[in-house]
């Protein structure tokens, strides 16, 4: 079993900060690609940002140079670093993970989606 948790999220003023933590445990034996993706109402579901377990990265264009992906391996943990937040940031996001098991099983795992509202 795998679980996939985040943390992170909440309310906060145009041009603030938030950071989110997503973190996968369970029969893990490596994780390949790790994101973020947001659903705004009556929006689909888009990636944010992508980090491939060699640190390769990968950012909608709508929020390069304000929003950052980092990893940590040894804690199978993905950061979102979102700087000077607007308005339009207003979604639910998803953290997404590339897991092969103990059992060399690939599967695609989401955490539990985390509301993010930005006020203007």
């Known amino acids: 079993q795998v679980q996939v948790v985040v943390s992170g999220g909440g309310l906060v003023q145009a041009g603030g900060s938030l950071r989110l933590s997503c973190a996968a445990s369970g029969t893990i034996f490596s994780i390949n690609d790790m994101g973020w993706y947001r659903q705004a109402p009556r929006k689909q579901r888009e990636l944010v940002a992508l980090?491939?377990?060699?640190?390769?990265?990968n950012y909608a264009d709508s929020v390069k140079g304000r929003f950052t992906i980092s990893r940590d391996n040894a804690k199978n943990t993905v950061y979102l670093q979102m700087n000077s937040l607007k308005p339009e940031d207003t979604a639910v996001y998803y953290c997404?993970?590339?897991?092969?098991?103990?059992?060399?099983?690939?599967?695609?795992?989401w955490g539990q989606g985390t509301q993010v509202t930005v006020s203007s």
């Open positions: 997404h993970a590339q897991v092969m098991t103990i059992g060399f099983v690939r599967s695609n795992y």
């Open positions: 980090i491939t377990s060699g640190g390769e990265t």
